[in-house]
């Protein structure tokens, strides 16, 4: 290869890459990481058991890639949809002012999902290609009036029926509406026929905008199977991102499985405690104690473990309360919960962290009185204790 083709080659090179880096930036600023992961979330039954952090990690990986790229069109063209789909629809198309004003927003939305042209059902295909624009010029509440003269219902079933504008209008049938804008002394001097067509112009602006309604409703009907065919062709880049994720997830995991010694620095809530995953960050199991088996259900943030304790029997919650009474009550609405929070700053085989314990106010001074029952959580506890787990 010559200097000068080596050269250019190495120029188109830098400029390819400069094209991707500017594209990736100017994408990112409209698409975040968590609107992608939500998206591939939902689309992925795999993706929905590794953990957010390590979807994070994995877009971080694909920077200036095609990948990114289209991972970011992709959630741009789904949220695009949405906006579109969820646009408020009017009750009734009455007042001109209001349907031009629906009219307008939605073709607005639509500029920037041409491509959705591609997807919809052919009887929205020829509509929405359709650019023709008109406007009847006549003031709003004359035209408003007129339409309610009109027979304004017989033009849309002719326009339902395919035909164009021109012939789905009757001038014989609409002569009320027409003297409505005659009878006005701005349009007094106007040819018969320009008044028709003022009259004519404002039907064709409301059945467009009533059009525009339906297709919104049927979006809306139809959400699911309109993103899952917008999704079909980044299939390849939801999975290099789901794989990449997986494997960052297996690689950084925090491994809960097995059996565990459980110290309470009160003393109260010691047991065995085997757990098992269900997947990456969830983990269900239970604890035996000397009041009984507490059942534990558990997830793992990204630098935390959090476990909750949940106490369903009566035997079991009056092993705590001495009071039979009152456990039969508690139990009877559901049992109580208390929480723990772990740090995953320590070894693999040993966590320590924080209890927010239960406990139950009452007053038994004229029968029992049960005032509140407090469910152990991060907001609203017992005194919060030690507590760490030990691998055995």
Known sequence: ??????????????????????????????VSQEQIIQLVKQRSVIARKIPDESFKTALDSLRNTKTLMQLIEMTRKVENFQELSNTPVPINFNSVSDFRNFKKLIKDKLNPVNWLVDLVTPKWVS?????????????????????RESTYQNYKISRDMGNDMYTAYDQ???????????????????????????????????????????????LRANKDRYISEIVKPYSEAINTLVEKAKKIAEQTRVDLTGTWTVNDSAGRFNGTMTL??????????????????????????????????????????????????????????????????????????YYSGTLYPWYVVYNNSNGLVVKKIVYGTLEESGTPRSISIARR
């Open 1 to 30: 290869m010559k200097v000068n083709e080596r050269i250019s080659f190495a120029v188109l090179v830098m400029l390819a890459t400069m094209v991707l880096f500017f594209s990736t930036s100017i994408f990112a600023e409209k």
């Open 127 to 147: 509509f929405l290609n359709d650019t023709k624009e008109v406007f009847s010029a006549a003031r709003a509440d004359i035209l408003e009036h007129a339409l």
């Open 172 to 218: 014989q049938t609409n002569i009320k509406g027409f003297y409505v804008i005659r009878s006005s002394s701005e349009y007094k001097n106007l040819p018969d026929s320009k008044v028709h067509e003022l009259l004519m112009q404002v039907m064709e602006e409301r059945y467009r905008a009533e059009k525009y309604a339906e297709f919104i409703l049927d």
């Open 276 to 349: 098992s995953h269900i997947d990456f960050t969830t983990v269900i199991g239970s604890m035996q104690t000397p009041a009984g088996k507490i059942y534990v259900y558990g997830n793992i943030e990204e630098k935390s473990i959090k476990l909750q304790f949940n106490f369903f029997g009566e035997s079991l919650i009056d092993y705590y309360l001495q009071y039979p009474e009152l456990s039969k009550y508690v139990a009877s609405r559901g049992g109580v919960t208390a929480t723990v929070v772990l740090s995953t700053d320590e070894s693999t085989d």
